[in-house]
């Protein structure tokens, strides 16, 4: 509905606002092509029509390359879509009302491109609207249901955009010169697949999207540069370059990096290049559609980037045993501190006892020197537990610090 509210809002502004739609004239078809029904010769009134739907009658002709001036589109009260030649003058009338019903049942701006494409190809396809014979009218329906199906592809729909005014008609309904609404389909899918055959043949993508991937500028040690992606049919092609700062050739280590706030998880990806040695050129396919995303969730540049890094420096998530190492190393720390603090105090004990028996007939007098060797002793091992505990200190500080920044740069994206 959310189109159709458009839709209508757009209508009643400019039946308002425009002078010309009270200035009308009168035109009498004698033939032509209705989109589901043939038409009666009547005089009907015509008049401006709308800028939106002059706009992609505009956009369809520029893509097959016809002058804008050999059409004429008008609104008209022909309670329908008609295709029609009257005084040399290709027409293409539409009822706003029927559009406005097709808009609300669809739900899709593609319903105004296909009605009008199709009746764009009666007259590309020089249709005889004077033909009587109801096959003959059958086959001209067909070939203007194919030529919506391929302009609909053209103008970068999908083959449900190119269904969307079709799905509207009313089965029930049922006309001599007008094929069934399933051959219809059928017709309309063919044109579009046809188109769709008819661009990869030629190597070509009217609908490509060209996007810079920026997000993997984040990360420091990241050796990529110029990643650029081209968006195109239900894939992403990914080129870049990459080089080591000495200019080496060691190996290295390729990903996708997508933004943590952008909750795509690539799978389907196809390294055309070796993602383990550096080099210009580099491609990745990411076949995006396989994972389930449309093109709309993946042209985001900025929340997408290459990342190629030195094996050793790869901001891969930390887990649990990354904190095993700076976990021992502080505990051995502390450990040995403890220990270096209590042999200092044995020691001094020792040095205590040696000071207080220095009379003879003192209890220990005897052992004195024992008592002061014995804690030269005890002192050194406290100082080189002391030492430990300091060595094993600075390195758990530095793996702490160690893990903080690769912590830091993991949560800067997620690696494919």
Request: aromatic share 10%.
């Given at each position: 509905?959310?189109?159709?509210?458009?839709?209508?809002?757009?209508?009643?502004?400019?039946?308002?606002?425009?002078?010309?739609?009270?200035?009308?004239?009168?035109?009498?078809?004698?033939?032509?092509?209705?989109?589901?029904?043939?038409?009666?010769?009547?005089?009907?009134?015509?008049?401006?029509?709308?800028?939106?739907?002059?706009?992609?009658?505009?956009?369809?002709?520029?893509?097959?390359?016809?002058?804008?001036?050999?059409?004429?589109?008008?609104?008209?009260?022909?309670?329908?879509?008609?295709?029609?030649?009257?005084?040399?003058?290709?027409?293409?009338?539409?009822?706003?009302?029927?559009?406005?019903?097709?808009?609300?049942?669809?739900?899709?701006?593609?319903?105004?491109?296909?009605?009008?494409?199709?009746?764009?190809?009666?007259?590309?396809?020089?249709?005889?609207?004077?033909?009587?014979?109801?096959?003959?009218?059958?086959?001209?329906?067909l070939q203007a249901d194919d030529f919506s199906?391929?302009?609909?592809?053209?103008?970068?729909?999908?083959?449900?955009?190119?269904?969307?005014?079709?799905?509207?008609?009313?089965?029930?309904?049922?006309?001599?010169?007008?094929?069934?609404?399933?051959?219809?389909?059928?017709?309309?899918?063919?044109?579009?697949?046809?188109?769709?055959?008819?661009?990869?043949?030629?190597?070509?993508?009217?609908?490509?999207?060209?996007?810079?991937?920026?997000?993997?500028?984040?990360?420091?040690?990241?050796?990529?540069?110029?990643?650029?992606?081209?968006?195109?049919?239900?894939?992403?092609?990914?080129?870049?370059?990459?080089?080591?700062?000495?200019?080496?050739?060691?190996?290295?280590?390729?990903?996708?990096?997508?933004?943590?706030?952008?909750?795509?998880?690539?799978?389907?990806?196809?390294?055309?290049?070796?993602?383990?040695?550096?080099?210009?050129?580099?491609?990745?396919?990411?076949?995006?559609?396989?994972?389930?995303?449309?093109?709309?969730?993946?042209?985001?540049?900025?929340?997408?980037?290459?990342?190629?890094?030195?094996?050793?420096?790869?901001?891969?998530?930390?887990?649990?045993?990354?904190?095993?190492?700076?976990?021992?190393?502080?505990?051995?720390?502390?450990?040995?501190?403890?220990?270096?603090?209590?042999?200092?105090?044995?020691?001094?004990?020792?040095?205590?006892?040696?000071?207080?028996?220095r009379s003879i007939g003192s209890p220990l007098?005897?052992?004195?020197?024992?008592?002061?060797?014995?804690?030269?002793?005890?002192?050194?091992?406290?100082?080189?537990?002391?030492?430990?505990?300091?060595?094993?200190?600075?390195?758990?500080?530095?793996?702490?610090?160690?893990?903080?920044?690769?912590?830091?740069?993991?949560?800067?994206?997620?690696?494919?």
């Amino acid at each position: 509905m959310k189109y159709y509210c458009h839709y209508i809002a757009t209508l009643l502004l400019f039946s308002l606002s425009n002078p010309l739609f009270a200035q009308y004239e009168k035109l009498t078809i004698h033939n032509g092509c209705h989109y589901d029904s043939t038409p009666k010769e009547k005089e009907y009134f015509i008049y401006e029509p709308m800028q939106s739907e002059e706009e992609i009658l505009n956009e369809i002709l520029d893509k097959i390359g016809l002058d804008h001036a050999e059409f004429q589109l008008r609104a008209s009260n022909v309670g329908n879509a008609i295709a029609t030649k009257e005084n040399g003058i290709r027409y293409i009338l539409y009822d706003p009302l029927f559009l406005s019903k097709v808009v609300r049942d669809a739900d899709s701006k593609w319903a105004v491109y296909s009605i009008i494409a199709h009746e764009i190809g009666h007259h590309v396809y020089g249709h005889d609207f004077t033909e009587t014979n109801p096959e003959k009218r059958k086959r001209m329906e067909l070939q203007a249901d194919d030529f919506s199906g391929r302009m609909i592809n053209s103008l970068c729909g999908q083959e449900e955009d190119a269904l969307c005014a079709i799905n509207t008609l009313d089965p029930a309904k049922v006309s001599p010169n007008y094929p069934v609404l399933n051959a219809r389909r059928a017709k309309i899918i063919d044109g579009w697949y046809t188109q769709k055959e008819i661009w990869e043949r030629q190597g070509a993508d009217p609908c490509g999207i060209s996007i810079e991937l920026k997000h993997g500028e984040k990360y420091k040690k990241n050796r990529a540069s110029n990643a650029r992606a081209l968006i195109t049919g239900d894939k992403m092609i990914i080129e870049f370059d990459s080089k080591h700062p000495n200019g080496s050739q060691r190996e290295c280590r390729s990903f996708l990096i997508t933004s943590p706030n952008l909750g795509l998880s690539p799978k389907n990806l196809e390294w055309r290049s070796d993602p383990t040695k550096f080099g210009d050129k580099q491609q990745l396919i990411w076949h995006y559609k396989k994972d389930n995303y449309t093109k709309e969730m993946v042209e985001k540049g900025d929340q997408l980037g290459i990342g190629v890094f030195e094996p050793r420096k790869v901001p891969y998530p930390l887990t649990f045993k990354d904190y095993i190492a700076p976990t021992l190393a502080l505990a051995g720390g502390g450990i040995s501190f403890y220990i270096g603090i209590d042999k200092k105090g044995i020691a001094d004990d020792k040095y205590d006892l040696h000071r207080t028996n220095r009379s003879i007939g003192s209890p220990l007098y005897d052992e004195r020197e024992q008592l002061f060797t014995d804690a030269n002793d005890i002192l050194d091992q406290s100082q080189n537990w002391k030492t430990a505990g300091y060595i094993l200190t600075a390195i758990g500080t530095a793996f702490v610090i160690d893990r903080i920044i690769k912590a830091k740069r993991s949560k800067k994206g997620r690696l494919f």
